[in-house]
């Protein structure tokens, strides 16, 4: 019995959870017959299983709404909004009571109330119906509609077996790593090998597939968030139409918990103080019914969720004067404010522009908490204010909480991991740009005309330091971490820049504040990871946000003197060059095993793919090259170079250069001409595939099913000129092009201007119809494309 | 009366006994991983498999002597609130039924020891401390005391 009612608890959560968007949409569209159905059946499942298990409350709240529902069926009763929260009302105690079935809890029993408030809605039926037995009406429909309803196939698993799972396949990618560690060692043996390698790939898909079974729809989230809206808009007496776009987007089942409450309070203020009431909404000229729109996308290792509302956005004067009332800036100091930088004072604990504290929102704790939560799980948050039109705020996650990109650095002889987006740049102490400073007693590092504090990691972490010889170069990063100032960390070392698999430390060894977390890279000795702000607040760094809109201005400052970034390093033919950084996602290493000469070109595998490599001299000696991933955005390829330099801004005039194919032209960095290099030629060869791939058109070849030329050697050249190619004859009607090589065909084609007639010879002369040679390959291809080009 | 199993061991020179349902196993340490500015009584962190555990210097809380961790030794792993430790210990010996009515309730562990011991329990005519893990871990430094 007791299975029964925790399978019972589990499906009646399961289906709330589904409905409760489409409870909101029925109320909009209270007609619609397919809403009224799945919300019946869900009741009438509800009330047949408390029969059974006698669970008489949740029988009797769910029998009195399946009359209601039941008359609104058969048309008896109209459904107006009072019904719809009389029966949501309903609902929301079954939800409770089936809680409490679990906890044990015990819920007040005022049930009459709720069934009461139905009843009104039958008071012109008889009373037999209302109170009659259980289970006539609806009864027949329940049976022959419930197998048929469509659903994927699950399982259901408890977590706890779903983590053994993980750590077991976490186990066993180690111990993978560790045999090939060995057997690189000793085995030359192929068939080892190859079995090895499969072994490998299949323990690599494990594990995909078990990081998979982590991820959830966003719209497990979204899910609850219509009801919310129509509550607060019911509650305000607004009209607010709320859109979902991007439900299906999968995010790790924690995210879905951490994500919830920002959400809500979001979606909260966007309904209370962003959209208008409606007459003030006509007064402005606006469709007197609020829009907001939630809409989520994966991003590369993002998730991006925006929420869009068309209301009155936020009163950035009003702001003003309250930041300034509370004490959080000073007038002058608002004046110099950014536009950016005024508007992220609402994430100052304690402010709002709110004129009343609402049962909603408004009552001062909101979009710092907002902020705090996201950052916690490693996302930021980012306004786009449109007075008077709408606020458009987008949220930015990683992927997983669990893994995040890191890099591995030494301090003393210990090695530690820290976020990548913690970190803004890398700096040598030996770069000439980096100069140090002292201000009573605390040291200070300039680099490129900003200072900041800086300590080194070994002193913060009281590691003993190898001796600071002179001449030694080190590592300076600049770190801002999610809360406090930005400053400089000192180490030894930067190791490596790879994934990194967070896992939870334990609560003694987290108290100092200064981990994150542990990791357990390859190498099978854990690591710990170290949490920026908390090194921030080692250094005796204020926790405050004070620099935001320092580095909000210093932004404005740069982009309007300085000009763009670009990166100076040293060519693999040995002279120095200038690269855009905007167009460079990463420096690496890579190995020259992963280099390889094929199909006409140098390339590298990584990460899967493979990428374009330019300017691969010769292998050094230590088996590394050190390459700069460049990225147009969609595509990536890699550029080997001897050394990395700097980073410079491009200030003054480019002057223009006599191989602008090759160069944009000439900069001057750090006093000295270098060649800026023109992005243009790394990109073009891959855009020259991708443009062929998007014309898709499609080539149909009409032959034998046993000719073999067409086949082996028409149809691939054809489609690595990026064209479909089909021998189908049902495809011959939509097919912008008809080759064939067979001359009465040619003849019965004659007029179809599609066709393309191929000839065996070299020679055009006896041909009876016009011809290309089938070697012909390239006048075949401009043939086709003449022929496209005079379609369109 | 009711038998229950404990594993022996001996730790800071003594000899105690820890309830056998709380150890889930016992290792030779890999590589320990120093953590620096925390409690004296974390030795370090170690490996088990694809798991980053929590090395507790036992003997410093009785004797406020840290201990260094070798690797290869002995480490009685267990967990407690969600996260798992290892217990440094000199050695252990054999898992042995000790019953409850055996414990010597009029004999108090000594005052160092006194915070982490449950009860103090008779085995083969000789005295044993039963431990108790939890306050091993429980993030209240001895120092505090």
Redesign the interface.
């Known amino acids: 019995m007791d299975d029964l009612i925790e399978d019972f608890i589990a499906e009646t959560r399961e289906t709330l959870e589904a409905l409760t968007s489409q409870l909101v949409e029925w109320e909009r569209r209270p007609n619609d017959r397919a809403l009224l159905d799945s919300v019946f059946r869900f009741v009438h499942t509800v009330k047949g299983s408390c029969g059974f298990l006698s669970l008489p409350r949740l029988l009797r709240l769910s029998h009195a709404a399946e009359d209601v529902l039941s008359a609104a069926r058969d048309g008896e009763v109209d459904v107006s909004a009072g019904l719809v929260t009389a029966v949501l009302a309903v609902i929301d105690r079954v939800a409770i009571l089936t809680e409490a079935l679990e906890s044990g809890v015990s819920v007040y029993d005022d049930d009459d109330i709720l069934t009461g408030a139905l009843r009104q809605y039958l008071h012109d039926k008889p009373a037999d119906l209302v109170t009659g037995p259980v289970g006539e009406a609806g009864d027949a429909l329940a049976h022959e509609d419930s197998p048929l309803r469509g659903k994927a196939r699950t399982v259901r698993v408890s977590l706890n077996l779903l983590d053994n799972l993980m750590?077991g396949v976490?186990?066993m990618?180690?111990a993978r790593n560790e045999v090939s560690r060995q057997l690189r060692k000793v085995s030359s043996n192929a068939d080892l090998d190859l079995s090895f390698a499969r072994l490998s790939s299949s323990v690599a898909e494990l594990r995909d597939a078990v990081g998979m079974m982590r991820m959830q729809h966003i719209d497990k989230l979204f899910s609850a968030l219509p009801r919310l809206v129509r509550d607060i808009a019911i509650e305000l007496g607004k009209e607010i139409e709320l859109r979902i776009d991007g439900s299906e987007v999968e995010v790790d089942r924690e995210m879905v918990e951490a994500l919830r409450d920002p959400l809500t309070h979001i979606l909260r203020n966007a309904a209370d103080h962003g959209i208008e009431s409606a007459d003030e909404r006509r007064a402005a000229g606006k469709d007197p019914v609020g829009h907001i729109r939630i809409s989520a996308r994966q991003s590369g290792n993002q998730i991006i969720i925006d929420i869009v509302d068309d209301g009155r956005g936020i009163n950035v004067d009003k702001l003003g004067i309250r930041a300034i009332a509370a004490n959080v800036t000073t007038i002058g100091e608002w004046q110099t404010m950014s536009p950016r930088a005024r508007l992220n004072t609402i994430f100052t604990p304690g402010l709002s522009t709110a004129d009343s504290v609402t049962s909603i929102s408004g009552r001062g704790v909101g979009m710092d908490v907002v902020r705090n939560n996201l950052q916690a799980i490693g996302g930021t948050i980012e306004l786009e204010n449109y007075e008077g039109h709408g606020l458009k705020i987008t949220l930015r996650l990683p992927l997983t909480l669990s893994i995040i990109a890191g890099l591995s650095v030494r301090a003393g002889t210990?090695i530690f991991g820290i976020a990548r987006s913690s970190v803004v740049e890398m700096v040598s102490t030996s770069n000439p740009n980096a100069t140090f400073e002292e201000l009573g007693g605390r040291k200070i590092v300039r680099i490129r005309n900003k200072r900041y504090p800086f300590k080194s990691l070994a002193e913060?972490?009281?590691?003993a330091h190898d001796a600071h010889t002179a001449g030694e170069s080190r590592t300076l990063m600049v770190m801002r971490p999610a809360v406090g100032t930005t400053f400089v960390l000192e180490v030894a070392a930067v190791i490596d820049n790879e994934e990194l698999v967070v896992?939870?430390?334990?609560?003694?060894?987290m108290?100092?504040g200064?981990?994150a977390g542990?990791?357990?890279p390859d190498n099978?000795?854990?690591?710990?990871l170290l949490d920026a702000s908390g090194l921030g607040t080692?250094m005796g760094l204020s926790a405050t946000d004070r620099d935001d809109h320092e580095i909000n201005i210093r932004a404005d400052v740069e982009s309007k003197n300085n000009g763009p970034s670009a990166l100076l390093f040293i060519a693999t033919d040995g002279r120095k060059q200038g690269i855009r950084l905007s167009a460079i996602e990463r420096m690496e290493d890579i190995e020259v095993t992963q280099i390889q000469y094929v199909g006409g070109r140098t390339r590298v595998s990584a990460d899967g793919g493979l990428y374009d490599l330019w300017e691969y001299k010769s292998a050094p000696d230590d088996g590394l090259v050190k390459v700069l991933k460049l990225s147009d955005g969609d595509s990536a390829c890699y550029l080997a170079v001897s050394d990395v330099i700097d980073i410079f801004s491009i200030a003054g005039d480019i002057v223009p250069s006599a191989q602008p194919e090759q160069h944009e032209g000439v900069v001057y960095a750090f006093g000295e001409p270098v060649e800026l290099r023109n992005m243009f030629g790394f990109f073009e060869t891959y855009d020259r595939t991708r443009r062929n791939r998007g014309s898709d058109a499609l080539c149909f070849i009409d032959c034998p099913d046993d000719s073999h030329w067409e086949r082996t050697i028409l149809a691939p050249l054809l489609t690595a000129s990026g064209y479909k190619v089909s021998f189908d004859e049902h495809d011959q009607s939509r097919a912008a092009i008809i080759l064939q090589r067979d001359v009465a065909k040619a003849r019965e084609r004659a007029t179809d201007p599609r066709a393309i007639h191929l000839r065996d010879s070299n020679h055009s002369l006896n041909a009876p119809i016009a011809s290309i040679y089938r070697y012909d390959g390239v006048g075949l291809i401009s043939a086709i494309e003449e022929k496209l080009a005079g379609c369109a | 009366m009711t038998n229950m199993l404990y594993l022996m061991a001996d730790l800071a020179g003594s000899r105690v006994a820890i309830e056998s349902s709380q150890v889930e196993s016992i290792v030779h340490l890999?590589?320990v991983?120093?953590?620096?500015?925390?409690?004296p009584?974390?030795a370090g962190?170690?490996?088990l498999?694809?798991?980053?555990l929590?090395l507790i210097d036992t003997q410093f809380h009785i004797t406020g002597v840290q201990k260094a961790a070798h690797k290869g030794t002995l480490a009685v792993v267990t967990e407690i609130?969600g996260?798992?430790?290892g217990l440094l210990v000199d050695k252990v010996h054999d898992v042995v039924s000790i019953a409850i009515a055996q414990a010597e309730s009029n004999i108090l562990p000594p005052a160092a020891w006194n915070r982490y011991v449950d009860q103090v329990a008779t085995h083969e005519g000789e005295l044993v401390m039963i431990l108790n893990t939890e306050a091993l871990?429980s993030?209240q430094p001895a120092l505090a005391t």
Request: aromatic content about 6%; proline content about 11%; glycine content about 10%.
């Open positions: 750590s976490s186990d990618v180690l210990q913060i972490l009281g590691i896992k939870p430390g334990a609560p003694l060894v108290g100092n200064l981990f542990t990791s357990l099978g000795r854990p690591m710990l080692a | 890999p590589d991983v120093p953590v620096p500015m925390c409690d009584s974390i962190i170690f490996a498999r694809s798991r980053v929590t609130a996260h798992q430790y871990v993030g």
